[in-house]
């Protein structure tokens, strides 16, 4: 019995990357679309969205299914409470990369001002912070886990540099206003990214050591 669980969650486990290595490539996709005017990947990261939707909802009736039928205790269960926990915040991600391919998809504002380079490194930082969250999970390990909770700060440094960048620019030039409306909401967008693979990583924590680190 108890090795059929333990198959159970390796199969869980090996779904989680899949659908986080998805959830990746859109972001890098995404922000790849948007600064190089590339609608054919825009398009491909909406298109994508739906198979990390179909992921998670596979992975959510699985870990339920476990539950019920093997009712594991301690570390397993910690396991599987953490993959239901995580699996929504992947999800989450994908529709924030998915966001950030409609903005790049509205070109209204293209000539007014070039994507920003600001954003271009907030991303990277983003993604790799998405990266790391997921190699604590892989890895069991709470002390990487700790430093994407800490570095999550640096991306929200960007945001805020931004948004105050943003603002200025709108207010010396309202003639390129609505390009500065929508580059605030991709800022918005990635920052988010940050917030879920924080939330991530604080769950890599609960799973190994069973302390809740959300809120601290």
């Known amino acids: 019995m108890k090795d059929k669980l333990h198959s159970e969650l390796e199969n869980v486990n090996k779904m989680?990357?899949?659908?986080?290595a998805k959830v990746e490539l859109n972001i890098s996709r995404a922000i790849e679309g948007c600064r190089a005017t590339d609608v054919d990947a825009l398009e491909e990261v909406v298109k994508r969205?739906?198979?990390i939707d179909l992921a998670e909802k596979d992975i959510d009736e699985i870990c339920v299914s476990l539950l019920a039928l093997f009712q594991?205790?301690?570390r397993d269960l910690r396991f599987i409470t953490t993959a239901l926990k995580i699996v929504r915040d992947?999800?989450?991600i994908g529709d924030l990369a998915k966001n950030l391919a409609r903005q790049g998809l509205d070109r209204r504002y293209e000539k007014l001002v070039p994507f920003p380079l600001e954003l271009n490194e907030m991303a990277t930082e983003a993604?790799?912070?998405?990266?790391?969250?997921?190699?604590?999970?892989v890895k069991q390990d709470p002390v990487l886990a700790r430093m994407v909770i800490e570095d999550d700060k640096k991306v929200d440094r960007y945001h805020r540099d931004n948004l105050h960048s943003f603002i200025a620019a709108m207010v010396e030039d309202s003639a390129a206003a609505g390009a500065y409306t929508q580059y605030i909401s991709v800022n918005k967008f990635i920052e988010r990214i940050g917030d879920h693979s924080s939330n991530i990583a604080a769950m890599v924590v609960y799973m190994v050591e069973?302390?809740?680190v959300r809120h601290l």
């Open 49 to 51: 969205d739906v198979e």
């Open 72 to 74: 594991p205790v301690a």
């Open 90 to 92: 992947i999800e989450r």
């Open 16 to 20: 989680l990357l899949d659908m986080a």
């Open 127 to 137: 993604r790799d912070l998405l990266r790391k969250a997921l190699d604590s999970f």
């Open 210 to 212: 069973g302390r809740d």
